[in-house]
């Protein structure tokens, strides 16, 4: 059993920038393909970034492009997003998952590990 726990969420204004951090509790955190979501008041869960297991590539959701960057450090266990130049429209809560299948993260909801959720509210 994985356990993910998410941190870093808050309240920024339009334009201003957070870091989420997503801590694991599995020693084979190298092992596994890790991903951010979000889920807005009212909308479907949706894949915002993605991580293959050795970071070798990345994939991210067209509307956070050249704002948004994942990343993971191994030794910490432990899975970032760097936000940038956020908008109001990136409100949402923010899950991180964990699946031992990159296509599983990137093409479904069916990670084998969530975590519980941050919030993150960006005011215009």
């Known amino acids: 059993q994985v356990q993910l726990v998410e941190s870093g969420g808050g309240l920024v204004q339009a334009g201003g920038s957070l870091t989420l951090s997503c801590a694991a509790s599995t020693r084979t955190f190298s092992d596994y393909a890790m991903g951010w979501f979000r889920q807005a008041p009212g909308k479907e869960r949706e894949l915002v970034a993605a991580i293959q297991w050795n970071g070798a590539y990345k994939y991210y959701t067209e509307s956070v492009k050249g704002r948004f960057t994942i990343s993971k450090i191994d030794a910490l266990k432990t899975m970032y997003l760097r936000m940038n130049s956020l908008k109001p429209e990136d409100t949402a809560v923010y899950y991180c998952?964990?699946?031992?299948?990159?296509?599983?993260?990137?093409?479904?909801?069916?990670?084998?590990?969530w975590g519980q959720g941050t919030q993150v509210t960006v005011s215009s």
């Open positions: 998952a964990a699946d031992y299948s990159f296509t599983t993260v990137t093409s479904s909801l069916g990670s084998a590990y």
